[in-house]
């Protein structure tokens, strides 16, 4: 085998907490994790020499050592003593720095491919375990689907699917810087935190209503006083029906999620936005 083509999906949050500093220096968090269709599309070729290289068709991605897709591939290199370059072509559809980990998924889907076209028969528990070095929701985007995150977000335990729905993203105009948005956030002036074993309740039930009223992360505070129209293209997705809406992660992408393709295709169509990337995706 000299190629593989894989496949790297974003993710949303369905809630995310902040529960206090780590004397480490890291933030504890527990939060919902949701593997939505929206994807990067990756094709790994084996290379004569040792060069790893990135061919992309984003100008927003670094090209080189600094692309966790090329820190993935560095570390099955070293780990493993691959006597092998690799070029990795990254089509990139996911928003960069949106709060959706597309470098993540980017990394993950690296490794699962390095593990394929070496035939280096490592488990989805080996591939996540390698994926920890790489960044806290490396794990979960090798894992997919649903799932509750705790430590630095790479505690993971799995969670039911939740019920097919559609989701309208809004990736609006500008990027967050996730690090900054830790920084800013002041722990105990935290007003609303999300009730995230009722959340899990209402996945456990199937109940899409449930899990959209449940939605809540408390990094909206910091990052929606920074960009003060965020919680406007809130309520225009509510206004159009959304069962409920949310920032994914730091943002400042938001989503809204609706019962059927019908009725988010509907509600996108009316959404009036300036310089805002519109997306169709569906979780479940
Ligand atoms: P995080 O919460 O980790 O910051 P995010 O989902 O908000 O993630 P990403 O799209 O992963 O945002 O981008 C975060 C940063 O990572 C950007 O500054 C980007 O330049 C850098 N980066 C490195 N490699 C990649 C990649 N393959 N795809 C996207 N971004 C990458």
């Given at each position: 085998m000299h190629k593989v083509e894989l496949e790297a999906k974003a993710k949303v949050n369905l809630t995310l907490d902040v529960l206090y500093k780590r004397p480490d220096g890291y933030h504890q968090v527990e939060m919902i994790m949701q593997a939505i269709s929206l994807k990067d599309h990756l094709v790994i070729s084996l290379l004569p020499g040792r060069e790893i290289k990135i061919v992309s068709n984003?100008?927003?991605?670094?090209?080189?050592?600094?692309n966790l897709a090329f820190k993935a591939a560095k570390l099955m290199v070293d780990e493993f003593d691959l006597d092998a370059g690799v070029e990795i072509k990254i089509f990139k559809e996911i928003p960069v720095?949106?709060?959706?980990?597309g470098g993540s998924a980017d990394a993950a889907a690296v490794l699962k491919g390095l593990n394929e076209l070496f035939g280096l028969g490592l488990t989805t528990k080996d591939l996540m375990r390698f994926g920890e070095k790489l960044g806290a929701d490396v794990p979960f985007c090798v894992m997919g689907g649903t799932a509750l995150a705790r430590g630095k977000g790479e505690e993971l335990t799995p969670l039911p699917a939740v019920p097919p729905a559609s989701l309208v993203l809004i990736k609006p105009p500008f990027s967050v810087s996730s690090r900054e948005v830790y920084n800013r956030l002041n722990i105990n002036s935290i007003r609303k935190r999300p009730v995230t074993r009722a959340v899990i309740e209402s996945i456990e039930k199937g109940d899409l209503e449930g899990i959209s009223r449940g939605l809540c992360n408390v990094l909206e505070e910091v990052t929606f006083a920074k960009h003060p129209e965020l919680p406007g293209i809130k309520e225009m997705l509510k206004a159009r029906g959304a069962l409920g809406s949310l920032m994914s992660g730091s943002g400042p992408a938001v989503y809204g999620i609706f019962e059927t393709r019908h009725d988010a295709e509907k509600a996108a169509a009316s959404l009036s936005l300036p310089g805002c990337e519109i997306f169709i995706s569906c979780m479940g």
């Open positions: 984003s100008p927003a991605i670094p090209g080189g050592e600094e720095a949106a709060g959706l980990a």
